[in-house]
């Protein structure tokens, strides 16, 4: 065998392992981040499955805060063949978004975000069922006399035309009025509720003709993305629509 076949031989097995290569890159498959703000450490935890890490591997990380690019890491390796953590030191306040891009070295990028969130405010929402009143018979929405319960938790004759279905909020991070409000009549969206300055409470209406016993849910969401719940049962009977 002359010197230009072990040539071309060993030129066939580079570009060979140059193909099986890119034949098994990908980007990372996945990326968690946590944000730590009494320490102000940015957690990245990156999952980039490879049989050789100084081959295929990671070998850029931006992070932006707010839009803004404040952090470029480059590698020449990843720490191991699957899941690895990269801390950061990242100066940021309640509602910034932190933005993290990891890069591949040979193909695609992988994108992930978290709003910086103070513990102390992760408390729900309080939201509460004010009408229908729990017990009741009501016309209309109108409040009218005790029932016995024994159908459901209230009932309500002619829908909740005339006085609409209220809901009270508190908040530790948001206003009432800034929290969105959500109702649901068996799990289907009723709609989002507006907030009504004069009573201080959600409403929205809850009319159509319709006959049985729903179950009615109530979400209300801050900012920080807590959601609290409430819920009732309610006997409902309308044949007007």
């Not at 570009?15 to 944000?35: G, I, K, R, T």
């Not at 004069?198 to 979400?219: A, K, M, Q, Y």
């Not at 959601?227 to 309610?234: H, W, Y």
């Amino acid at each position: 065998m002359n010197i230009g076949k072990y040539v071309f031989i060993l030129l066939m097995l580079v570009v060979s392992a140059s193909f099986s290569c890119y034949a098994f890159a990908h980007p990372p498959q996945d990326m968690v981040l946590e944000y730590e703000i009494e320490t102000e450490i940015l957690s990245v935890t990156i999952t980039h499955i490879t049989p050789a890490q100084n081959i295929h591997y990671v070998n850029k990380i931006e992070i932006k805060r707010n839009d803004e690019l404040i952090i470029t890491e480059l590698y020449d390796s990843q720490p191991t063949t699957s899941e690895f953590t990269y801390n950061f030191d990242v100066q940021a306040v309640v509602g910034d978004e932190l933005t993290v891009i990891a890069y591949c070295n040979i193909q695609g990028s992988i994108t992930r975000s978290v709003i910086v969130r103070d513990p102390s405010q992760d408390e729900p929402p309080v939201v509460e069922i004010v009408n229908p009143t729990e017990g009741y018979f009501h016309f209309s929405g109108i409040r009218l006399f005790p029932t016995s319960g024994l159908i459901a938790n209230t009932m309500g004759f002619g829908g909740f035309r005339l006085r609409p279905l209220q809901f009270y909020t508190e908040d530790d991070v948001d206003n009432s009025n800034n929290l969105v409000v959500r109702a649901f009549i068996d799990g289907e969206e009723l709609g989002v509720s507006e907030y009504n300055s004069d009573t201080d409470l959600h409403e929205i209406r809850w009319t159509g003709p319709n006959l049985g016993v729903f179950t009615l849910s109530v979400t209300a969401e801050d900012s920080m993305g807590n959601i609290g719940e409430d819920q009732m049962r309610v006997w409902y009977f309308c044949f007007i629509p």
